[in-house]
């Protein structure tokens, strides 16, 4: 399994946007092949958020990025400060 996480700063009144950005990106990362879950992480006090997705395999990740990266710059444009950084990283389950 692989996650690819996108993490950003953002002024935390814009807390509200950036959730129902998530609700609208949900049924576009469902739609795409390996998909396991979406999570929205928040850290309002230092302004700092995160997309957090899961997949079955690396290879589905890469092409849901492809996929998906375009709708999600375009829905945080307005609303993060400064660029997002993106990472993949395999994730290790233990007792799997």
Do not use: C, H
Not at 40 to 68: N, P, T
Request: proline share 6%; net charge negative; no cysteine.
């Amino acid at each position: 399994m692989y996650a690819r996480v996108t993490m950003f700063r953002a002024d935390p009144t814009a807390r509200p946007k950036l959730e129902q950005l998530t609700e609208r990106l949900l049924p576009l990362f469902r739609a795409q092949q390996g998909f396991k879950s979406l999570y929205f992480l928040a850290e309002d006090a230092m302004g700092e958020y995160a997309g957090f997705s899961l997949w079955e395999s690396k290879e589905a990740a890469e092409a849901a990025a492809e996929a998906v990266n375009p709708t999600v710059q375009q829905g945080l444009a307005d609303i993060v400060l400064g660029a997002p950084t993106r990472r993949l990283f395999e994730v290790y389950e233990p007792g799997a």
